[in-house]
T-cell receptor, first 111, second 115 residues
Framework: SQQGEEDPQALSIQEGENATMNCSYK?????LQWYRQNSGRGLVHLIL?????REKHSGRLRVTLDTSKKSSSLLITASRAADTASYFC???????????FGTGTRLLVSP | KAGVTQTPRYLIKTRGQQVTLSCSPI?????VSWYQQTPGQGLQFLFE???????NKGNFPGRFSGRQFSNSRSEMNVSTLELGDSALYLC??????????????FGPGTRLTVL
């Protein structure tokens, strides 16, 4: 079963606008990761944020983590049509390479 | 470096048959994980192998099995296929050798259809 719930389930915006996706989880984490998936293909890693970090940036991406609320958010600034994809958060914990994925947010960026 | 490769990319089988999927990790990566993705259940962890040993296993029936070879390549097998096994099967590799979870590099997946 999935431990991460994401909202919104779907998001439709125009190019140039910002997109924010939220992820909540139930149990403690070592880190939280965000992945992108284009149309039923493999996943691409975007950002990993550790439990002792609060914010992380990578290009147009900004991820925040609030461990007290067990939630994370992914912000994509100045969205482009190429950002159209599904975005998943994944909970990582110490031990082995097992990720527990959220339900995903489908993002549609229109030109 | 070449990315994670999975073969075959598409597969059609009938109920009751068995299937073997193959995954070649990125060179130097010793950890290989498998995930099943379906519209209903989303992305679910199947198992992870490291140095030819299964280190972790998800909540799947025994019909799902896997193995890893000395060159880190991995295979997963599903026996007695059911309609519900239709899914995208994703393989991921990671260089991680110990505790802690690092980013994983995913292959393009094998889309299995069971008729």
């Amino acid at each position: 079963s999935q431990q991460g719930e994401e909202d919104p389930q779907a998001l439709s915006i125009q190019e140039g606008e910002n997109a924010t996706m939220n992820c909540s989880y139930k149990t403690s984490i070592n880190n939280l990761q965000w992945y992108r998936q284009n149309s039923g293909r493999g996943l691409v890693h975007l950002i990993l944020i550790r439990s002792n970090e609060r914010e992380k940036h990578s290009g147009r991406l900004r991820v925040t983590l609030d461990t007290s609320k067990k939630s994370s958010s992914l912000l994509i600034t100045a969205s482009r049509a190429a950002d159209t994809a599904s975005y998943f958060c994944a909970k990582g914990n110490t031990g082995f390479q097992k990720l527990v994925f959220g339900t995903g947010t489908r993002l549609l960026v229109s030109p | 470096k070449a990315g994670v490769t999975q073969t075959p990319r598409y597969l059609i089988k009938t109920r009751g048959q068995q299937v073997t999927l193959s995954c070649s990790p990125i060179s130097g990566h010793r950890s290989v994980s498998w995930y099943q993705q379906t519209p209903g259940q989303g992305l679910q962890f199947l198992f992870e192998y490291f140095s030819e040993t299964q280190r972790n296993k998800g909540n799947f029936p025994g019909r799902f099995s896997g193995r890893q070879f000395s060159n880190s390549r991995s295979e997963m097998n599903v026996s007695t296929l059911e309609l519900g096994d239709s899914a995208l099967y994703l393989c991921a590799s990671s260089p991680n050798s110990g505790t802690g979870v690092n980013e994983q590099f995913f292959g393009p997946g094998t889309r299995l259809t069971v008729l």
